[in-house]
């Protein structure tokens, strides 16, 4: 019996201010109805602030990229180990934005996974279709291929998260139905347990799409639907509890 994840992608928004009233209003508000694991990935320059915010809650704290090495002379980059000391518990790595807007490819998203995992953090790696490759009924293909590029051979021996983020539900307000959701998390459980064996089967997939305080209990209740990643909801402290609050617990969650 495991609870869902309700992780609150923070993306590029907000201001320092911001964040620290967001995190403490997280904190405040009552908890009463809530039975998941929550938790909040705010931009890079505002994690350590939160994080002392969070220290010692009910509330993990992750980060939002890595490099692929572990430190040195990459200029702007952010080094996986350097995470956790900011309070760092997991990592959204392969996000689609970053695979689209800085050319991210599988085999990067895994390098990214590696150094993660050797950091100790639980990486939440992203993979969906976008609306041109579904419409053309190919996001079997797409994800499965995105599966085996994204994750490394022993992804499924340790913490591991795969988020199922179709590209075109993102911050559109169109979410997937939950035939579409039930379909494509039953396939990438397949995928999961085919690369991995057994353990494949208990590697938690997260749906992400334009989660809200409305739809959130129908698309929780999707069998294999182990959690939401949640962007815009999850700047209104209100409707990303509220979407916690319609989590459910039960075997694969
Ligand atoms: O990481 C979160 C997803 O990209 C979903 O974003 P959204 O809830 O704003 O559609």
Redesign the pocket.
């Known amino acids: 019996m495991t609870r869902q994840l309700i992780a609150g992608?923070w993306?590029m928004n907000g201001t320092l201010a911001a964040a620290e009233a967001l995190a403490r209003a997280l904190l405040d508000a009552p908890r009463d109805g809530i039975g998941a694991e929550l938790l909040v990935c705010p931009p890079f320059v505002h994690l350590q602030a939160v994080g002392r915010i969070l220290n010692g809650s009910d509330v993990a704290l992750g980060a939002q990229d890595c490099s692929v090495a572990a430190g040195g002379a990459h200029t702007g980059d952010v080094a996986a180990p350097m995470l956790p000391e900011l309070g760092c518990t997991h990592i959204?790595l392969g996000?689609?934005?970053r695979r689209q807007n800085h050319h991210e490819l599988d085999e990067t998203v895994r390098e990214k996974v590696v150094a993660a995992r050797a950091a100790g953090l639980v990486p939440i790696v992203?993979v969906g279709e976008t609306e041109e490759q579904r419409a053309a009924g190919q996001q079997d293909d797409v994800v499965g291929w995105q599966l085996k590029g994204s994750l490394p051979n022993d992804f499924a021996d340790g913490p591991g998260v795969v988020?199922y983020?179709p590209v075109w539900?993102?911050?559109?307000g169109r979410t997937a139905t939950e035939d579409d959701v039930a379909a494509m998390h039953g396939f990438i459980r397949a995928e999961l347990v085919r690369q991995f064996g057994d353990k494949g089967a208990s590697v938690r997939i997260l749906y992400?799409?334009?989660?809200n305080a409305t739809n959130a209990a129908a698309l929780l209740g999707v069998p294999e639907v182990g959690g939401a990643?949640?962007?815009?909801?999850?700047l209104k402290p209100q409707d990303f509890l509220s979407i916690a609050r319609a989590a459910v617990s039960g075997p694969n969650r």
Request: aromatic fraction near 0%; glycine fraction near 22%.
């Open positions: 992608n993306k959204v996000h689609s934005e992203c988020a983020e539900a993102i911050g559109t992400g799409g334009s989660v990643l949640v962007g815009g909801a999850s």
